[in-house]
């Protein structure tokens, strides 16, 4: 019984996970490159906090990796090992969406988000608050 509720709770997890587009676009925009979470903040528009938010609930749900380098920590697609329901909807989801039109604006401008451009903009930005 306890092992039927946690395959429960590792599928219900994953669809959470994927429940909310904007966690779509980001694991659509990792099929593409890896990216850290000031490039794709960039890209969606959204808060460093909810950038955060949902890069972790992605992570809990076994569908992204994360490591560091240097000042960034780098996310990418997951191999989906944790879980069977991550890696089924892991090679589906390389397959859906790429005609929808906000994924592939998105997919289209990646070359758009470098991240010593934007990270340099953000220590500009704090210049300017101090300074005032």
């Known amino acids: 019984m306890i092992e039927r509720s946690r395959v429960i709770k590792d599928f219900i997890r994953v669809m959470k996970a ?6 779509v676009k980001i694991l659509k925009m990792l ?9 794709i903040q960039a890209a969606l528009g959204l808060a460093q906090p909810t ?14 990796g994360f490591n560091k380098d240097g000042l960034w920590v780098n996310y990418f697609l997951a191999e989906g090992t944790s879980s069977p329901y991550a890696s089924t909807l892991l090679g589906n989801l390389r397959h859906w969406l ?24 953000g220590v ?9």
């Open 98 to 121: 790429d005609d929808e039109p906000t994924v592939k604006d998105l997919t289209e401008r990646l070359s758009e988000f470098d991240r010593v451009k934007i990270c340099e903009k």
């Open 31 to 39: 099929q593409h490159r890896d990216m850290c979470v000031c490039e």
């Open 51 to 64: 950038i955060s938010k949902h890069l972790r609930i992605l992570d809990e749900a076994g569908l992204v």
């Open 18 to 23: 994927l429940s909310d587009p904007s966690r």
């Open 124 to 132: 500009e930005r704090q210049k300017k608050k101090a300074d005032q």
